[in-house]
């Protein structure tokens, strides 16, 4: 396992603690499910570059990426990440090294690896606009996370955008606005 800023591994806590207050934050998960392990070729690469992205975090702190914890499972990986804001966030998906991968995997993509990420904003509104405060993609993986939970609905223009996923109400709340009865 893999906790950002920590070179040890960490030492128990006597007695109880508790986080530290903070006004707001954003929480990342984000993961990659492996479909084909006979072809090692294409997700042996999607690994290698999650983790090339973690050590550009790692070694910058300036980035907003607070905490990070890799956890592995039989299928893949989950990574829980802890940032700043949803801004900084949203920065570094836009920055060159995450932007280079996300084109490469959607260019190159069989079905053989898929990912997937679910983002919560916690604590007060960090946007002007802020809708849901959380948004969720998933591509070529099982249903899970947010999707099992709330259900899942195709990609569209409108939701092609994690900013616009987290922007928009939900539909009870938009039914209710128009004053509607929620179903």
Known sequence: MNDTHDTAAPQPTNGRTTNRPRESFTVFLLGLHVNAWYKPH??????????????????????GLLHSRTLLSPRGTTVVQYWESTEALM?????????????????????SVGIWHETYEIG????????????????????????AALGTEPVTRATHAARTRLARPSREHSRRARGGAAA
Not at 95 to 100: E, N
Not at 136 to 146: N, R, S
């Open 42 to 63: 294409r997700w042996l690469r999607t690994v290698r570059d999650f983790r090339r992205m973690q050590v550009e975090l790692e070694a910058d702190p300036a980035l």
């Open 91 to 111: 920065r570094y998906a836009r920055a060159s090294t995450h932007s280079g991968i996300w084109r490469d995997f959607h260019r190159d993509r069989d079905g």
């Open 124 to 147: 007060t509104p960090q946007a002007e606009a802020s809708g849901r405060g959380y948004e969720a993609l998933y591509v070529d993986v099982p249903t899970q996370g947010l999707g």
